[in-house]
């Protein structure tokens, strides 16, 4: 069985075999294999998304008020911008009164991210979970950045 390089950009590669069979590899050389999320079925599914024209040099947000005695598991932090360069930042943060700790940043232009999360926090009806969206020139781009997980 024979084996050739179909598609090659500066991330991954996809390989085929003479029958059709493809896999993804990194260029690393690692074998990049994705599973599904799953959200079990007792539980509450949350997704918050920024979807609009963010203007130049600046920023929005959209906050999530953890409710108290529940257990948030976030799974997914994701986005994308307009732009040709990296002029746009996505960031998700857990604030927790006074204290701000940073689960996620991505600088993106005219591309998408896609980060796969395991962060388990519990609620208190205080703690909340923020994105934000910023340009970093000058420009008004549209951008989109996106958060998913699940409450019990």
């Known amino acids: 069985m024979s084996f050739g390089i179909v598609e090659v950009d500066n991330i ?6 003479t029958d059709g069979n493809k896999v993804k590899v990194s260029n690393a050389g690692e074998l990049l294999v994705k599973n599904a999320i799953q959200t079990p079925v007792s539980s509450t599914s949350i997704k918050r998304t920024i979807y609009q024209d963010v203007n130049g040099s600046s920023s929005v947000t959209d906050d999530w008020i953890i409710p108290n005695g ?7 932090f994701k ?3 307009e ?22 940043v991505a600088y993106c232009g005219g591309n998408n991210f896609f ?3 395991a962060d388990e926090i519990i609620g208190d009806g205080t ?20 958060w998913s997980g699940y409450y019990e």
Do not use: P, W
């Open 12 to 17: 991954e590669r996809i390989i085929e075999d």
């Open 70 to 76: 529940v257990t948030l598991y976030l799974q997914t």
């Open 79 to 81: 986005g994308g911008s």
């Open 83 to 104: 732009d040709i360069d990296k002029s746009s930042k996505a960031i998700l943060e857990l604030i927790d009164g006074g204290n701000t700790e940073t689960l996620g």
């Open 115 to 117: 980060y796969q999360l």
């Open 127 to 146: 703690k909340l979970i923020r994105i934000t969206a910023t340009r970093l020139d000058a420009v008004k781009r549209e951008m989109y950045v996106n």
